[in-house]
């Protein structure tokens, strides 16, 4: 009996040890249950949510572009792209196979897709295909099933209406680099575009605008059931330029099949009223990325299309320049507007001839005269009287010799020379016969288009210090523009000749006359060589620029003005081998300078 009562209580004991085991065990569980339920319940929560909640980024529209009358020069158009989200993709091949089932891609295409995936992160959306059509979109919808982790995004293309007319301003649009990312949502997301030149860059923070975001429902298939919560984000800003668009289409439509720049300016507020480079390009090619075939086009076109020359094309001014020369020789009283020299077709400098373009010479010449027949002579004597460092002065003063400070990237500062210049660059002496050639704006002087319209405008406004822009401001008012201190006198003692260069009988420029109801122009030539003439070829006088190879012919100048008595408007036109600024720069020039006058009187 003992035995049973021992075996009895041992089993008992046992018993109750196995029952505080299982009751120890199921506290434990109760508690860990607790936990996550009550402490931690918000975290699975979240978790369980991501699940079945898609986040996506909601790009804003980005600012369009407009000129001064309100005419859309860059803007946005309806765009549909089917992306995809690795991570929601069981099988990549297989819905790779499907998709293509439906949109066929090509083995460049589909291998760039793959490469995307295989480096980006697997939530990160890839673009598979855009510019989807109608049929295209509901077919894929149709086949979502079949499709896991693909979807329809509808986004935004740039577009450019007026194409290769404002291309070498606004710039283009294009993908966005992984050094343009940065962490920011927005530029991750598939296809989005950033400016890459022109103003779209240098106004890419206004016009991007502030990205959105939609919280979205989805089913296993990834399927969209609903959405949950929406932030549209800021729409880009738009922008209004001081370009007239007719004026523009003109200006470069008055280029024909001729290479070169214009530029035209208010001459009170340096307000940009057209600026033309061609050849140009139409920025649309890039808005989808260009084909190898159209950018090679583009690279191996020898009047390069894509430079923009009004202000990365640096040209030796030429003739044009002895406006700032004149002005210079006045301010510093080297000459006066009586003082003459006599022109006979050549100059002796020590051992060096330097030749005037009239062979023959033209005669006893004051300034005004000089800047109407463009004597060479006359300018070689004042600039050796006046020196380099004067004449670097006032073309400091008139804009010349440094960037302009327009909104575009890859502007040039051209050259204005001078004793230090050459002593640094070179490591010597400034010579007299270099100040003789600079006397005529050649030499080392250069200048791009935009520079000299510049120098222009402050000349014939009265000498103030007009900085050319694209946007209106405030502060471009004359009044709080800085005044040059150059004399009212000197100013018209150069805009007599400059009339005369136009008007009178025998000017360089006469046969780009014009009169609208008493309104005319006032301007200076100029033909810059761009190889050295030999002393045979000066001799034979046989060789003429329009016979030789394009490249090796003389650069074609014209700045002008009007109207006369009350300017309001320069214009700098450059032809490159154009091979004479009195028979082909100068006429350009008219007939822009003649539709402006004519879009004013509208």
């Known amino acids: ?153 509808e986004g935004l293309n740039r577009t450019y209406p007026l194409g290769e007319y404002t291309a070498h301003f606004l710039g283009y649009v294009g993908a966005v680099s992984e050094t343009d990312a940065k962490d920011n949502p927005l530029l991750m997301v598939p296809g989005f575009k950033i400016g890459k030149a022109g103003l779209e860059k240098q106004f890419e923070h206004d016009l991007r605008g502030q990205g959105g975001s939609v919280k979205l429902e989805v089913n296993a298939y990834g399927r969209i059931m609903k959405e949950i919560e929406r932030n549209n984000g800021i729409e880009g800003k738009s922008i209004y330029l001081t370009i007239d668009s007719r004026l523009q289409k003109f200006a470069q439509d008055a280029f024909g099949d001729n290479s070169g720049a214009a530029v035209v300016l208010d001459v009170h507020s340096g307000e940009i009223l057209a600026f033309v480079s061609v050849p140009s390009f139409d920025p649309n090619l890039f808005t989808n990325g260009i084909s190898h075939k159209d950018w090679n086009a583009l690279l191996n076109n020898e009047r390069n299309p894509l430079t923009n020359k009004a202000i990365a094309g640096q040209y030796s001014p030429g003739s044009t320049f002895k406006i700032v020369v004149a002005l210079a020789a006045l301010e510093a009283g080297v000459i006066d507007e009586d003082t003459t020299f006599n022109c ?73 020379p001078d004793e230090a210049w050459k002593m640094a660059r070179y ?82 420029a006469g046969s780009a006359k014009f009169d609208i109801n008493g309104m005319k122009m006032g301007g200076k030539t100029g033909t810059t060589q761009v190889r050295r003439i030999s002393m045979e070829e000066r001799r034979q006088g046989i060789i003429k620029d329009e016979d030789l190879p394009w490249r090796l012919r003389n650069h074609a100048l014209f700045v002008g003005y009007a109207p006369q008595d009350k300017p309001k408007y320069a214009v700098a036109v450059v032809v490159e081998h154009g091979s004479s600024g009195s028979g082909v720069a100068a006429p350009i020039a008219s007939k822009i300078l003649q539709e402006a006058i004519k879009l004013d009187i509208e």
């Open 1 to 153: 009996m003992n035995r049973d009562n021992d075996k009895g209580k041992m089993l008992l004991q046992r018993a109750l040890v196995v029952a505080v085991v299982f009751f120890m065990l199921l506290i434990s569980l109760i508690g860990r249950l607790y936990f996550l339920q009550v402490y931690q319940g918000d975290k699975y929560k979240m978790l369980a949510d991501e699940n079945r909640i898609s986040t996506r980024v909601i790009v804003p529209p980005r600012g369009s572009i407009y000129d001064r009358n309100g005419v859309v020069l860059a803007t946005n158009e309806q765009n549909f792209q089917a992306l995809i989200i690795a991570e929601q993709t069981p099988d990549i091949d297989k819905t790779l196979n499907n998709f293509k089932k439906i949109i066929p891609l090509t083995e460049d295409d589909e291998n760039k897709i793959r490469e995307k995936i295989k480096y980006s992160r697997k939530f990160v959306p890839i673009k598979l295909q855009d510019n989807l059509s109608w049929n295209e979109v509901a077919t894929l919808l149709l086949n979502a099933p079949d499709l896991p982790g693909i979807f329809i995004s």
């Open 344 to 416: 006979t077709g050549a100059m002796q400098l020590g051992n060096h001839i330097f030749h005037c373009w009239k062979h023959y010479g033209h005669g006893t010449q004051n300034v005004v005269d000089a800047l109407k027949n463009s004597c060479d002579i006359f300018f070689y004597e004042v600039a050796l009287q006046l020196g380099i460092e004067k004449i670097a002065d006032m073309a400091h003063r008139l804009g010349m010799g440094q960037p302009t400070g327009v909104s575009l990237d890859n502007e040039k500062g051209g050259l204005i």
């Open 427 to 508: 490591g010597e002496k400034w010579q007299q016969g270099e100040s003789v050639i600079a006397g005529i704006g050649q030499g080392y002087v250069l200048a791009t288009p935009l520079q000299l319209v510049t120098m222009l405008a402050r000349v014939v406004n009265g000498g103030y210090a007009v900085s050319p822009t694209f946007m209106k401001l405030d502060l471009q008012a004359k009044g709080e523009i800085k005044k040059i201190k150059i004399s009212r006198h000197s100013i018209d003692i150069v805009k007599k000749g400059m009339f005369e260069v136009v008007n009178a009988q025998r000017g360089t």
